[in-house]
């Protein structure tokens, strides 16, 4: 009230950089009140890209279900889709192509895009070593160019691996940020070129990019390319009748740092929020488990019985014994902790290629 009349009031909002600013302008005066902005302020629209991948899909999970536009990036039309929540937009990219990448990019302008395709089998880089490592580079080079070239405020996430850090002694564990990296595999030596790469650009062209190493993951859609899939989808079979009650396996006495991909999805997005441009988090629960623990759990879980046999395909040379990782990093950052136990995890996973399996017979009709 100015001199007992109500004079109406102009509002003027303005945001920029992390600081909203209110101007509210009476006839005889005006007022100016800053303040800081909240993450869910600033970002609205997330690419992801490998969105139907395992990572990926757990994450564009994640951020629909808190209400943002997500864009997601993918390439294999066989890639399941059914968990696909409806108000996620895909995009159909060859993430080869850069006039391609660049013209999704520039369309949807992301405020944090979050790179997780990738070639990413170890076992398929050794068949071809130079295939993986130039894709995995090609696809991020694409990738970082697109948004320096349109959105080159975004928050970039680049995801790489624990496999980065490669030949590593037992009493080296758990294994911090700042361990040397010595990759073992061609897949592991793309990664550490992908973790150079988003530091350079970070350097070079000052873009917000911050890069994370997850540590093994389990959950509903793990592959049976990688160890946890292939145990769930052969226990799977044994108990449905279709597979004699052999489960093949590598080497299950290797001890690992296992996390759900839920939790690493809560975790990539915590990085996006809170995340120091230029550094680099692990993601790891700090535990560890061999996989013939991961194995035993399953075979618990389904109630089946079956003989394991090595098969020496799935065997692997200069593999580290123990792998473990340190997430203080991440925890003083986020305040991120795991929230889904190893058997959980074991138990999901399992779950999901229950479901695969079963769905399968009733559409062949041998249900």
Known sequence: MVGGCRKRATVKVISHSTIR???????????????????????????????????????????????YEVHGIYRDPADDRSWLPESVMLHAVD???????????????????????????????????MGTVTANTLMQYNVLEAVRRATPSARVIVVGSCDEYGDVAPDDNPIVETQELRPVTPYALSKVVQDLMGQQYAIAHQLQV???????????????RFAAGSFARQIAEIEFGIREPIIHVGN?????????????????????????????????????????????LMLQCAGVEATIMQDETRLRSSEPLVLIGDATRLREATDWVPQLSFEQSAADTLGYWQTQVRRTLLQEGTA
């Open 95 to 129: 993430l080869n192509d850069g006039l391609a990448v660049l013209d999704v990019v520039g369309a949807v302008m992301p405020t944090v895009v979050h790179h997780l395709a990738a070639q990413s089998s170890a076992a398929v880089s050794l068949q071809d070593p």
């Open 252 to 296: 299950i006495d290797l001890q690992r740092d296992f996390c759900d991909v839920r939790d690493v999805a809560r975790a990539l997005a915590l990085v996006a929020e809170a995340g120091v441009p230029r550094a680099v988090y692990n993601v790891a629960s700090g535990t560890a488990h061999t996989f013939r623990d991961l194995l035993a």
């Open 210 to 224: 911050v890069r994370v190493r997850p540590f093994l993951q389990l959950g509903p859609r793990r592959s049976d």
């Open 21 to 67: 600013t209110i101007e509210i302008t009476y006839a005889t005066a005006s007022h100016v009140i800053r303040l800081p902005l909240s993450f869910t302020d600033i970002v609205t629209t997330v690419l992801i890209t490998g969105a139907t991948g395992f990572s990926g899909s757990a994450l564009v999970e994640r951020y629909a279900a808190s209400g």
